[in-house]
């Protein structure tokens, strides 16, 4: 079966939404966890049972990660040129901070240093915070567009700077971020321990819950108010080449909330993301963190969907050049390229999910002091 080229392309779009979605449901209660190691856990054992919840798992799930970048690069290549060309010292920054991740998991432990055992469990915490930051940092210039053109041979030009990225409402995206993955860290924590830790992990719960609530809220004030979006005025056949220079688009007041207003039951997304962040609240209050988990990954479904939604169909709008801005339509790479990825995601997708659930189930237990205590030598 060949599907059109048209079609092929709103596909790829959700399922580049789909893998940052498994990045942020799977990594993103690693890097929750990392966020609030050196705060839940007071006693070495008992952060060695906080690093073990994520221990085994947490190079897997960065496969999430790396896969979306991956099908970025092949699905969307001048997306990825121009976001790691404009991101680069941001991505840089990333890069590093997860260079803490598997030097710390690996090695922490194997010294009964306490200096040497305390400077990773900040490493681990670096590894955790810089990245949820970053990427909500990232998500914010996406919606307040990008200081970005390109010249007729297609090659991208970046004329903003490091620091510009940091503006206010970049970094209130960041703070949404930091916040929605720390609850997610913070649920799983109370699911997979005991006792203090599990206890104190509930009150993370709580307070992170409830910021996730009221940063997200704030930001979509901010963007119904103050920030302006972008429309599509003309552009040639949705199932044309890829070509960014062949379209018309305006940046206007209120283009981001349009689609709410054209089809009100997009509106389930954003209500998905708070309410399922104030019942993962109520949930995680009520010692039921098995169903406050799957709450927590609906608020990160829901406020990522948001984002998307908002944006269609553009992926990374230029506030330099608003005509250049890059879009579903006219970002992706050819029919074949996209054909032959998508069979390869319909073959291998399944198998990587199904691996990924045996792995948790045949892995799945409480860990405790006791555990940690009786396998010193080969725990994390």
């Not at 790691?84 to 920054?93: D, E, P, V």
């Not at 032959?340 to 792995?359: H, K, N, Q």
Request: hydrophobic content about 55%; proline content about 5%.
């Amino acid at each position: 079966m060949i599907l059109d080229y048209e079609v092929l392309k709103f596909i790829w779009w959700i399922l580049v939404g789909a893998l940052l979605i498994g990045f942020a449901i799977t990594d993103g209660m690693d890097l929750g966890v990392g966020n609030v190691l050196p705060f839940i856990a007071k006693t070495d054992e008992e952060r060695r049972v906080v690093i073990n919840t994520v221990g085994p798992h947490w190079d897997g799930n960065q496969v999430w990660l790396i896969t979306a970048g991956g099908a970025i690069f092949a699905a969307w290549p001048i997306v990825y040129a121009t976001v790691f060309s404009g991101f680069y010292f941001a991505m840089i920054l990333v890069l590093f901070a997860l260079f803490f991740r598997p030097v710390g998991f690996d090695y922490r432990s194997k010294i009964e240093n306490p200096t040497w055992r305390n400077t990773w469990d900040w490493g681990l915490f670096v590894g955790g915070f810089v990245p949820s930051l970053v990427f909500g940092v990232a998500f914010g210039n996406l919606l307040r567009g990008v200081p970005f053109q390109f010249n007729d041979l297609l090659q991208s030009t970046y004329t903003g700077s490091f620091f510009g990225l940091l503006n206010p409402f970049a970094i209130l995206a960041g703070l949404v971020s930091v916040a929605m993955l720390t609850m997610h860290g913070s649920i799983w924590l109370q699911l997979r321990t005991e006792d203090l830790i599990a206890n104190r992990a509930k009150g993370f719960v709580q307070w992170s819950g409830l910021a996730t609530v009221a940063t997200f809220v704030l930001a979509g004030v901010w963007i119904a108010l103050g920030i302006k979006g972008y429309t599509i005025v003309d552009q040639p056949s949705l199932d044309a080449a890829a070509n960014p220079l062949g379209k018309t688009v305006e940046h206007t007041a209120g283009a981001w909330m349009q689609i709410y207003k054209d089809m009100p039951w997009t509106m389930i997304f954003p209500l998905l993301g708070i309410g399922s962040a104030l019942l993962t609240v109520v949930l995680s209050k009520a010692n039921r963190p098995g169903w406050g988990f799957v709450t927590s990954s609906l608020t990160m479904t829901g406020i990522i969907v948001t984002a998307g939604v908002s944006m269609f169909p553009f992926i990374m709008p230029s506030s330099t050049h608003p005509s250049m801005s890059l879009t579903i339509w006219d970002a992706p790479s050819s029919h074949l390229t996209l054909t032959v990825m998508f069979w390869a995601v319909v073959i291998f997708l399944p198998i990587v999910i199904a691996y990924t659930i045996w792995c948790y189930a045949h892995m799945w237990r409480k860990v405790t002091i006791e555990e940690i205590k009786a396998q010193s030598h080969q725990a994390y």
